[in-house]
């Protein structure tokens, strides 16, 4: 698993300057790494997927949104840097292979990413 290492940096100086907020603080530290530790998922091609509801679907304008908190983070933190551009390529081979869905299935791998050709 990536390490993330510039997300938890920033968690811990945010809890700092909330240190007159420790409930706040509390819920920031809780949530804030939440996409990366429990909805991203690897799927056989180890590519990523962001599952974004109740059933093992990535709708593609959620999975975008989940993502949205770290992209500052980018150009500092090579683990975050590798999803998003993992998690873009994932989308666009999604959207190529079906331009008209709104969300795909993990196990449903378009054929660029299968290995298989088109």
Known sequence: MAAYEKVYRL???TVLQLSDRP????MFRQCFPNTLETTII???NESPFVVTGDIPAMWLRD???QVRPYIHL??????????????????????LHD??????????????MSGQSA
């Open 42 to 44: 690897r799927a056989e």
């Open 11 to 13: 968690i811990e100086e």
């Open 74 to 95: 980018v150009g500092d933190d090579p683990d975050v840097r590798a999803l998003v551009k993992e998690l873009i390529r994932r989308q666009s081979l999604c959207l």
């Open 23 to 26: 409930q706040l603080a509390h």
């Open 99 to 112: 331009p008209y869905a709104n969300a795909f299935n993990v196990r449903i791998l378009p054929p660029a």
């Open 63 to 65: 999975s975008s949104a």
